[in-house]
T-cell receptor, first 115, second 114 residues
């Protein structure tokens, strides 16, 4: 089944403890991205990747890191999480970054709480 | 700054009724406009994609329209079902210098009552 998977789905952690949220897609998509969703706000893009080894900042990249060493994986790294990073996170992928042409598929989400 | 405004913020309708959701945007020039459906606690699922040259796009009971001159889009849901209860999100992507950062609206929360 074609899908985007994220792990973990739920995570509670403490301030300053490094964590990684994994994202994997099995559709051979070139484009992958991370979003956060907060109550009352629209989804906001954190980072995106047009292809392997190519990443770029989205609207809200502060406090996050990403890497794209393989086409299928795009982990999100929080080196020193803070409470304002408590949010619902979505990974997404698309065949190409050419937005006019291709669907974007979202993962199931990771709910992160930083205390 | 690029903005996408959706209205109403929330909407309650009876099963079987039609409804229309609105999206106004300031993104210009834009590449495409998308409508997503997001069930509570789940990732968004694409309903329609329209480029600037398209006026309407249908997906079953969902029909999206686009007026690029007034920078407005609407999503019309026909013969609503209980399963239509969800948040509907309008997303506009820019067409400028290779930027692929989309702007998401805050969504319209639709509740369909039996």
């Amino acid at each position: 089944e074609a899908q985007v998977t994220q792990n973990p789905r739920y995570l509670i952690t403490v301030t300053g403890k490094k964590l990684t949220v994994t994202c994997s897609q099995n559709m051979n998509h070139e484009y992958m991205s991370w979003y956060r969703q907060d109550p009352g706000l629209g989804l906001r893009q954190i980072y995106y990747s047009m292809n392997v080894e190519v990443t770029d900042k989205g609207d809200v990249p502060e406090g996050y890191k990403v890497s794209r060493k393989e086409k299928r994986n795009f982990p999100l790294i929080l080196e020193s999480p803070s409470p304002n990073q408590t949010s619902l996170y979505f990974c997404a992928s698309s065949l190409s970054g050419r937005w006019e042409a291709y669907e974007q598929y979202f993962g199931p989400g990771t709910r992160l709480t930083v205390t | 700054k690029n903005q996408v405004e959706q209205s109403p913020q929330s909407l309650i309708i009876l099963e079987g009724k039609n409804c229309t959701l609105q999206c106004n945007y300031t993104v210009s020039p834009f590449s495409n406009l998308r409508w997503y459906k997001q069930d509570t606690g789940r990732g968004p699922v694409s309903l329609t994609i329209m480029t600037f040259s398209e006026n309407t796009k249908s997906n079953g009971r969902y029909t999206a329209t686009l007026d690029a001159d007034t920078k407005q889009s609407s999503l019309h849901i026909t013969a609503s079902q209980l399963s239509d209860s969800a948040s509907y999100i309008c997303v506009v992507s820019p067409l400028s210098g290779g930027s692929y950062i989309p702007t998401f609206g805050r969504g319209t929360s639709l509740i369909v009552h039996p």
